[in-house]
């Protein structure tokens, strides 16, 4: 009854096993790719701590570094001030050093220039006494007046001996005076040398005191030189006239006034011996000066006047030699005084030079302390500028590190305190380092997190569009991060979520597949039924009526590959299930319909009749009769309008038949049975009333009888249709 009726209704969507199919498939498929990611999950928490801890070590360098650098320029700034406060007074003390350098240096070098210049004057004020000495040496023993006396004699005799070479008279006569002089000087020569000989007292040895022999001797050496033996009187004579005569200061002075050019001498006989021999070397040079002018006179007297030129040249060669001589001797005292002059001035001008050296080296030692002093301290300073200009590097280079991480660094610095540190090259080396390893290691790990981004392991787009970002800032990676880790926290839950799902929507798609295949075993067991039905009808001359259903092609084939196919393989049902119903979907349902929902109108395409006549064995599906076909249409519509009524249903339902006339007697009396069998009420028409038609329905009615003289109003009209019973207003269309 009731429930059997149920149970022969079919509304199976399979759209929606294809629908889920795809999402558990879309489910899984996320699953796996979540859990070939879980790798890199795990690489990535990790990568995050390492990051964490290398930004951490990297903010407590920098943090340490900087303030250690910080530190380090207050000194630098403090020495740097106190190194340029200092630099002024060095400089000043170098300036005055250098200062009193220079001016040493250059009364040094002008005293040197005047030492120069009086060694010069020396030199040549020496070389002339040298020269006048030489001069001397040549008569040991010999006072200067003897000697300038002899040079005088000489140079007349040479001035003499060159005028005589003016001509062969002056010549000739020159010769014969030289002749003389030769003779007297053999006369003198003798005469000395018998003194000599007979060692005879002089004047002076006949003189009572000591004072008359030393006064005379003073005036005139040749007094020594007397042999004549004085009286007396002569003796008082002399006395007294030496009485008027004084030694003053070694000089001879008369009446208290110094004689000039007398120096004042002592006689000694033994002097007067070796003054009688110089007195004998004289008169001997007297014999050679004379024997020589007469041998230059002789020869030029004996030979050509070219010979007398010449003569005469070398005369005055010797003449020139003789008069410089004389000069160096007459200057003697001048020569002495004026190389004791230089000598002096340049004794007095070493010395000076001496004291400027010592002064000047005290004094360039001093400079150069202060230079060596200010050099060091320009070395400081310089050394303090590169300390400030490596501060900067240091500062710009930690500053390139303070902006690559920003507010992030910030963050984490202001939380440290700096340890001991150095502010060298080799702690901000390692303080780059820790930069560079955290870059590393966030750069590896926002690669990673890329890499699980591109791979959709966030549900719904989920920051989809950070997939393409290379670097993330912490917001964003922390918002990442915490979305995969609420999956991966999650995930275990989700895979068991999964398979339970898995599991009811296979359990859900079997008991489908089953509903049709019930539906199909229901629809066969229908036509059983309604055949079953016809054999207890008879219309016209059919000995047997059977009506058959013919199924969707598609449904058929799709029951007959699902019988032929491991429906359950591993975790859920087989690929090819799926791919049976979705092939049976795409060719069952109009795509334009927009229905997905099979039913059993959609499963029975096609209703079906076949006949077997009295007489004939086999069953023909050929067209009947129009009576017969009617027959039979209004048998089928009785028994299934009657297997949709309940069976406690008391209700009576109009059957409608149109030319009702045109069946025969036999089957119009049948039919109405049927209809009534089955609670209808037969309305039937036909143009004519006939007897037939009389004898079949109880009542009838003729049309004729209801001829209007006018046309109905509309509002009188009722119509029936397919919607609801209602009456029609005016404006509404039919």
């Not at 005047?114 to 060694?119: A, D």
């Not at 008279?169 to 003194?195: G, P, S, V």
């Not at 200010?374 to 930690?398: G, I, P």
């Amino acid at each position: 009854g009731e429930k059997q009726r149920a149970n022969e209704r079919l509304d199976s969507d399979l759209q929606d096993i294809l629908s889920e199919e795809k999402e558990l498939i879309a489910e899984r498929d996320y699953l796996q790719k979540c859990a070939k990611q879980q790798d890199n999950w795990h690489s990535l928490y990790q990568l995050r701590e390492s990051t964490q801890r290398q930004a951490l070590a990297a903010a407590q360098g920098y943090t340490d570094f900087a303030a250690a650098l910080l530190q380090a320029q207050q000194n630098a700034g403090s020495e740097m001030r106190q190194l340029q406060a200092r630099k002024q007074t060095l400089l000043e003390a170098k300036t005055a050093a250098e200062n009193r350098k220079g001016s040493l240096k250059t009364e040094k070098d002008k005293q040197s220039g005047i030492l120069g210049e009086r060694e010069q004057h020396y030199q040549k004020a020496k070389e002339t006494v040298n020269r006048a000495t030489a001069v001397r040496e040549r008569y040991p023993n010999w006072t200067l007046d003897k000697i300038k006396e002899t040079l005088d004699a000489g140079k007349r005799r040479l001035q003499q001996q060159s005028e005589s070479l003016q001509s062969i008279e002056t010549a000739r006569r020159d010769f014969q005076a030289a002749l003389q002089r030769r003779k007297q000087a053999e006369t003198d020569i003798k005469k000395i040398e018998n003194q000599l000989a007979q060692n005879r007292d002089c004047l002076p040895d006949f003189l009572p005191d000591a004072h008359s022999r030393n006064v005379l001797g003073s005036l005139n050496a040749n007094f020594n030189t007397l042999s004549v033996q004085p009286d007396a009187e002569e003796k008082q004579r002399i006395s007294e006239f030496a009485a008027l005569f004084a030694e003053q200061n070694g000089g001879l002075a008369f009446l208290g006034e110094t004689l000039p050019k007398t120096p004042f001498q002592v006689y000694n006989k033994v002097q007067q011996q070796e003054l009688l021999q110089q007195n004998l070397s004289e008169a001997k040079q007297r014999y050679e000066t004379a024997n020589q002018e007469m041998d230059t006179l002789s020869a030029a007297l004996s030979g050509s006047p070219e010979n007398l030129a010449a003569e005469q040249k070398a005369c005055q060669r010797e003449l020139a030699r003789v008069e410089d001589e004389l000069k160096l001797i007459m200057l003697w005292d001048s020569n002495q005084a004026q190389c004791e002059d230089t000598c002096r001035l340049k004794d007095e001008t070493a010395a000076r030079l001496e004291e400027l050296s010592l002064q000047y080296d005290s004094a360039a030692q001093a400079a150069d302390t202060a230079k060596q002093e200010f050099d060091e301290h320009l070395a400081l300073l310089y050394e303090m500028e590169e300390r400030h200009k490596n501060h900067r590097r240091l500062q710009e280079r930690l500053n390139v590190c303070q902006q690559q991480r920003g507010s992030e660094l910030g963050g984490l610095s202001a939380t440290l305190l700096p340890e001991p540190c150095q502010a060298a090259e080799g702690s901000l080396k390692a303080v780059e380092t820790a930069f560079a390893e955290w870059r590393r290691l966030q750069t590896e790990r926002d690669a990673l997190l890329q890499q699980m981004l591109k791979s959709g392991v966030l549900r719904d787009g989920q920051f989809v569009d950070f997939s393409y970002k290379t670097e993330f800032v912490p917001d964003e990676f922390d918002n990442c991060y915490t979305a995969l880790q609420t999956l991966y926290n999650n995930l275990e839950s989700e895979q068991r979520n999964f398979d339970h799902r898995l599991a009811a929507h296979t359990k859900h798609a079997l008991i489908r597949v089953q509903e049709l295949e019930d539906a199909a075993k229901q629809i066969r067991e229908f036509e059983r039924e309604i055949n079953q039905e016809f054999c207890n009808h008879r219309i016209s001359d059919l000995e047997e009526i059977r009506v058959s259903f013919r199924l969707h092609p598609n449904f058929e084939q799709l029951l007959n590959k699902l019988g032929n196919i491991d429906r359950v393989s591993g975790n859920g049902l087989d690929k090819n299930f799926y791919e049976l119903i979705r092939q049976f979907t795409q060719a069952f349902f109009d795509n334009n319909s927009g229905r997905s929902t099979l039913d059993m109108a959609g499963i029975i395409q096609e209703v079906g009749y076949t006949c077997r006549k009295k007489g004939e064995e086999k069953p023909t599906a050929t067209s009947q009769s129009t009576g017969t076909n009617t027959m039979i249409n209004c048998l089928l519509f009785s028994t299934l309008l009657n297997r949709l009524m309940r069976r406690s249903t008391a209700l009576t339902m109009p059957l409608v038949l149109d030319e009702m006339d045109k069946l025969d007697g036999e089957n119009l009396s049948e039919f109405v049975k049927i209809a009534e069998k089955h609670h209808f009420a037969v309305f039937g028409t036909c143009p004519d009333l006939t007897p037939k038609v009389m004898a079949a329905v109880s009542n009838y009615l003729n049309l004729e009888y209801f001829s209007a003289e006018y046309p109905y109003n509309a509002r009188n009209t009722i119509l029936y249709h397919s919607g609801a019973e209602r009456l029609i207003t005016d404006g509404d269309a039919p």
